[in-house]
């Protein structure tokens, strides 16, 4: 089993839709979770940490089920310009310990 | 903003030559990573280094070594380049003690062994 799995991939969605992205991690010691975007061709950048109270970034909402070990980010309203792939990334366990990546769902948002 | 910097944005080298990636980061950052990224397999660590002189194999360390002199400067090292290592390289860097480990990332190295 993979330590981080995401929705396979791609989303193809009109703009306006909302759509969300699931993924499951393996380590339940993990205890610092992010969702990154990457543009086509560009290095990934943080989009937003994921907090067990789960956190809002204005069209953007992050999700945490420690039970479950499951991580979720909801898009809504979408436009053109959130066209990406959204990476979910988990920390090993340790403070300051190393992320892992999962292997990234790809959005395109049409118009 | 922090500035992480790739020497190379595409490189294109033989099979069995010496390749160095060279990565500086601007921000007195002390956590330095490699990664790789291949499609279907996502990022994938390679080396990371904590500290000056310090160096830790991440999870595909074969065929690669990194050397850190200076608390700027991270380099990869491809002692004798395969076809298998044809990959996007991607370096970043994070600061201890911030509680998310926010990855701030180089704008990646293409490189591609003939």
């Known amino acids: 089993r993979k330590e981080v799995e995401q929705d396979p991939g791609p989303f193809n969605v009109p703009e306006g839709a909302t759509v969300a992205f699931n993924c499951t991690y393996s380590?339940?010691?993990?205890?610092?979770f992010f969702w990154y975007r990457q543009d086509c061709r560009k290095e990934p950048k943080l989009l937003m940490s994921v907090y067990s109270s789960g956190n809002e970034d204005g069209r953007f909402t992050a999700q945490l089920n420690r039970a479950s070990q499951y991580i979720s980010l909801l898009i809504r309203d979408s436009k053109l310009s959130d066209s990406a792939t959204y990476l979910c990334v988990v920390n090993n366990g340790n403070q300051g310990g190393k992320l892992i990546f999962g292997q990234g769902t790809e959005l395109s948002v049409k118009p | 903003d922090v500035k992480v910097t790739q020497s190379s944005r595409y490189l294109v080298k033989r099979t069995g030559e010496k390749v160095f990636l060279e990565c500086v980061q601007d921000m007195d950052h002390e956590n330095m990573f490699w990664y790789r990224q291949d499609p279907g397999l996502g990022l994938r660590l390679i080396y990371f280094s904590y500290d000056v002189k310090m160096k830790e194999k991440g999870d595909i360390p074969e065929g690669y070594s990194v050397s850190r002199e200076k608390k700027e400067r991270f380099s990869l090292i491809l002692e004798s380049a395969s076809t298998n290592q044809t990959s996007m390289y991607l370096c970043a860097s994070s600061l201890t003690g911030t509680g998310e480990e926010k990855l701030f990332f180089g704008s990646g190295t293409q490189l591609s062994v003939l």
């Open positions: 380590n339940s010691a993990s205890q610092s």
